[in-house]
């Protein structure tokens, strides 16, 4: 059974917008941004809210303008959490979207990532997406994983990692609380000789902070920022 993810804090309600398109990719809706000829992507996996978040789409374009064609696929199928519906079901729609399925759906993404000539593919998710992102990283499917405030982890699931990843997290996060990412951290660490890892804990921010800030907040901007070029710094290391 899936287990609880945070729903708390939903983005804005604005039109999401961005320089790039929105088009059939791998059988899914697409957020599609960046040079179309690169052989370097990177495949972004968004939260229960959704791939049509405004900050998302900001987040794919400064991907993008490092060089990278990028990819927002709609794992949801039109269905984000509608947290404000006093009719919403927590329970059904975590049933209705198993990160289990979420996984399978980005592999036929990164195979059609790979048909059309590209050579490495680097995945980050946030929240149910970072969930996606550890099972992709137990697979030769990406090359590189960052992980921003996910959802439950277990430690079997980072056992099976295979790929450098970073987890970025919370320092206030009930659904992946900084000491469980720290012993994440430490398994992780164990496996220091077959690939690289880190784990970094974000001071006085909660669970979202990446995706879901208020771009009216200068410190709110400012420490999704540092996140942002964290992942930035970690893809320009391994996808390539």
Known sequence: MSTPHCFENPPSKSTACGAGSVQEF??????????????????????????????????ADKVAAAGYFVVVPDFLYGDPADVGNPKFDREAWLKAHDTEKGSEDAKQVIAALKSKGVSAVGAAGFCWGGMVVVNLASTDDIQVAVVLHPGPLTEDKIKEVKVPIAILGAEIDQYSPPEQLKQLGEILSTKSEQLDSFVKIFPGVAHGWTVRYNVEDESAVKIAEEAHEDMLNWFSKYVK
């Open 26 to 59: 791998g059988g899914l809706t697409t957020y599609v941004t960046g040079p179309p000829d690169s052989n370097l992507a990177i495949l972004l996996i968004h939260d229960a809210f959704g791939f049509e978040t405004p900050n998302l789409r900001k987040l």
